[in-house]
Nanobody, 115 residues
Framework: QVQLVESGGGLVQAGGSLRLSCAAS????????VGWYRQTPGKQRELVTT???????NYADSVKGRFTISRDNAKKMVYLQMNNLKPEDTAVYYC?????????WGQGTQVTVSS
């Protein structure tokens, strides 16, 4: 059974940093593309960033230059380094891995940025 567990969320002041982690189990992480999404109450889940199996990355314009996604396939870990956080980054952040019809999500971790 594939499981994803996010951690590293919390409360931080604007301008601060957090690193989110996503631990995968029950599968081989290297075969999946990976993404981080976020969601705030009443809004649709939005894509923050992705990293392909080959390491190619893509970022939402709102986080370019501030967030960095990385992966360690051997450890089955995915990371999201978030710098210069802004109040509008406040959301629940979700880890997602997919390969064709296979699509798995974590339970999310709350990030709150105070002004």
């Amino acid at each position: 059974q594939v499981q994803l567990v996010e951690s590293g969320g919390g409360l931080v002041q604007a301008g601060g940093s957090l690193r989110l982690s996503c631990a995968a189990s029950g599968t081989v992480l290297s075969i999946y593309d990976v993404g981080w999404y976020r969601q705030t109450p009443g809004k649709q889940r939005e894509l923050v960033t992705t990293i392909t199996r080959r390491g190619g990355t893509n970022y939402a314009d709102s986080v370019k230059g501030r967030f960095t996604i990385s992966r360690d396939n051997a450890k089955k870990m995915v990371y999201l380094q978030m710098n210069n956080l802004k109040p509008e980054d406040t959301a629940v952040y979700y880890c997602n891995i997919w390969l064709g019809p296979q699509d798995y999500w974590g339970q999310g971790t709350q990030v709150t940025v105070s002004s």
